[in-house]
């Protein structure tokens, strides 16, 4: 196992790292570049409106920034900026000097406010799928258990590691857990920057100091740069932090080192008092009057001017960054990575040292120029093959209790009685006819609504987890929607199947072949029908919507299905083509008019044919409910409908609410 330890050079570490927890990098191969953040004249409009307006900040790494202010003022927006999900209206953001792209997307982790989880899962199969799929196939296995191991270590999540994550309805882990949960899910993606949307709030203070010692260990051992937003943090917590950005609406009102805020706030005529909380005292001034506001956002403007404010932080950085450009492609190519000699050093101008110094003080400490050569390029961190493997894995186990539930497996066995009861070894006479319709038609449409609304419903809550896991880069879509089909299809032929083995027998089985082909053609129709729902699912992000769109397109189908409505109008027809129940319903008629027992007629038969014979030709009772086609051309539509719904759904996951 190898240990590596960053050293922060250019401040002071108040965490004493040797004597507490280490994070092992099992990923030897894989070690992330460390990251360099800086970010300069941020102006950022949303919803129509200015929220950030010329903000700038810098952390190196094993350095934790924290990002300040009231309520409202921005902190969000800017790490949604920061993480490359909002546009900047002016502005720029570097890491390791470079704008931010793809490639840097991918090593960013994010660890939203709210904690997006499936509710199903424990801590421990969240973290193992998550392992599973994060960490490279360079990886066993076992050592992606032991990475998780040493995750729920670190974070001491040990006591609640096989308990549900839960929701509001469902009690699982408490707030202070999932939160953690939440940060341990993205430490083991082992990313080069954590951005952390307030990861104290709703702990007690024993929890959040934990919680903030554990980060900034991870962060000085680890080599990590860390922004995080704060709300109202204990003293104890504030000078964990080693730089400070307070915000005042939008706008900068300090950027700076942490201890250097107090004497900041002096300066501008604001002074604390003896054993007063500093966070306390700031964010009460921020808030204050809007003529003290302003003297604070001007002193800040004004202490941008000074000398110790960092150079790429400077307006002339452009300049200074090609002269350091320069400096590098003379010096670089006859240089060992970031290893320089002390006297190229000292030849340097003295801005272009301190940038020097700045990018490379931490990268030089422990990781060669091969690694970021290796950083180059994305690629995915698992094959397809394997994220195929492991999403089908977890759409089964996370969906297998709420589409298998205890209410789910007495509805249907109750339905099935009930349906069998109702039309129980009904005689093969014309009489009982449209009862036996009755029974096909009933079945078709009660599955199509069944998985209709159960993908429908079960959609929105699961786009914001995949939505979450794409924008980390964690797994291909086609792999996800791969697996959602195959992992979700045993759950979802289960009671349909359950449904017909009790009521089918009941009704009068005629031959195990009609039994089984019945089946198929109940369980087709059920498949297509969840694909509609969930193309339509991830067509709307209204819930409203979708429900009222499917409402119309089911009960659509069932008017067309061929049974509640035979003498439709001629220009309406075209609509009995549009509904899947139309084609599964015939082809069940095929099959059991055909292959069945046949069919008495009637001593009065509607049928003309019966004048003639004793027994009704299947195609005299399909023909009275309108055109037919042959049992081959409806099962090839109703393929045709999977395919092109799936496939739809696809595009618009892919297109058109791709997560930005
Ligand atoms: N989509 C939007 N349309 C209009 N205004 C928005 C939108 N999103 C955010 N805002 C506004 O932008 C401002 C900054 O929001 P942001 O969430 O960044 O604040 P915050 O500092 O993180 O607040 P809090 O500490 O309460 O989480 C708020 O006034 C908010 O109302």
Request: charged share 15%; glycine share 6%; hydrophobic share 40%.
């Amino acid at each position: 196992m190898t240990f590596y330890v960053y050293v922060a050079q250019q401040h002071a570490i108040r965490v004493d790292t040797s004597a507490t927890v280490h994070f092992p990098c099992l990923i030897t191969d894989q070690r992330p570049l460390p990251v360099h953040l800086a970010f300069r004249g941020i102006t950022v409009s949303v919803g129509g409106r200015q929220v950030l307006q010329d903000v700038d900040g810098l952390v190196r790494p094993g350095q934790v920034l924290a990002v300040m202010g009231p309520s409202g003022c921005g902190k969000t927006t800017l790490l949604n900026a920061l993480s490359g999900r909002l546009k900047l209206d002016s502005g720029q953001i570097f890491f390791n000097r470079e704008p931010l792209c793809k490639r840097w997307k991918r090593k960013i982790c994010y660890v939203l406010q709210q904690d997006i989880f499936f509710p199903d899962l424990t801590l421990r199969q969240t973290l193992e799928y998550t392992a599973r799929l994060r960490l490279p196939d360079t990886m066993s296995h076992s050592q992606k258990m032991q990475y998780v191991d040493h995750i729920i270590d670190v974070l001491e999540l040990g006591q609640c590691q096989d308990t549900i994550i839960g929701d509001y309805i469902k009690r699982g882990l408490s707030g202070g857990e999932k939160k953690r949960a939440n940060i341990a899910c993205e430490l083991l993606t082992n990313p080069s920057l954590m951005l952390l949307d307030e990861p104290t709030s709703g702990l007690d203070s024993h929890a959040a100091h934990g919680l903030m010692t554990t980060l900034k260990r991870y962060a000085v051992s680890e080599g990590k740069t860390v922004v995080i937003t704060l709300h109202q943090p204990s003293s104890q917590i504030f000078h964990l932090c080693d730089k400070l950005l307070l915000l005042c609406n939008g706008q900068t009102a300090y950027f700076g080192d942490t201890c250097k805020v107090v004497d900041f706030f002096s300066s501008v005529g604001l002074n604390i008092m003896p054993h007063y909380n500093p966070a306390d005292f700031i964010l009460e001034q921020v808030k204050g009057p809007p003529e003290l506001r302003q003297r604070i956002i001007n002193a800040a403007k004004e202490a941008r001017k000074g000398k110790d404010y960092p150079a790429e932080l400077q307006h002339d950085y452009h300049y200074i960054s090609e002269k350091y450009n320069d400096h590098s492609n003379k010096i670089l190519p006859a240089t060992h990575g970031p290893y320089l000699e002390q006297d190229t050093l000292n030849a340097m101008e003295p801005d272009v040292r301190r940038l020097w110094m700045d990018t490379h003080s931490h990268a030089s400490s422990s990781v060669s120029s091969e690694t970021s050569d290796a950083d180059c390029y994305f690629s995915w961190p698992t094959s397809f093959w394997t994220q195929f493997k492991v999403l089908s894995q977890r759409n089964f186990q996370e969906a297998r209790p709420r589409m298998l539930s205890k209410l789910n497996w007495v509805q249907t066995v109750g339905l099935g009685f009930l349906a069998g009861l109702l039309w129980f070894q009904l005689e093969r006479k014309e009489q009982a006819l449209h009862d036996i319709q009755g029974w096909m038609f009933f079945s078709t449409t009660y599955w199509m609504l069944f998985a209709h609304f159960g993908a429908l419903s079960s959609f929105p809550p699961e786009r914001e987890v995949i939505n979450k896991e794409r924008q980390s880069g964690a797994y291909r879509l086609s792999a996800y929607y791969l697996a959602k089909m195959f992992g979700e299809l045993p759950l979802t032929v289960s009671l349909p199947a359950v449904y017909h083995l009790i009521s089918y027998p009941m009704l009068g089985v005629h031959s195990p072949m009609v039994f089984l082909t019945m089946l198929g053609f109940l369980l087709l129709n059920t498949i297509v029908a969840q694909s509609v729902g969930f193309f339509i699912g991830a067509c709307c992000m209204d819930m409203q919507v979708s429900i009222t769109i499917s409402a119309l397109y089911t009960l659509a189908t069932q008017l067309f299905g061929g049974y509640l409505a035979t003498n439709i109008p001629y220009w309406l027809t075209w609509m009995r083509y549009l509904s899947m129940v139309h084609y599964a319903y015939q082809n069940m008629q095929i099959v059991e008019f055909e292959e069945g027992l046949p069919i008495k007629c009637a001593p009065h038969s509607k049928y003309a044919i019966c004048s003639e014979l004793d027994y009704i030709p299947v195609s005299s009772i399909i023909e009275s409910q309108g055109p037919c086609l042959p049992l081959w051309a409806n099962t090839l539509v109703l393929l045709a409908f999977l395919l092109v719904f799936r496939v739809l759904g696809y595009i618009v996951l892919r297109y058109f609410r791709a997560p930005k």
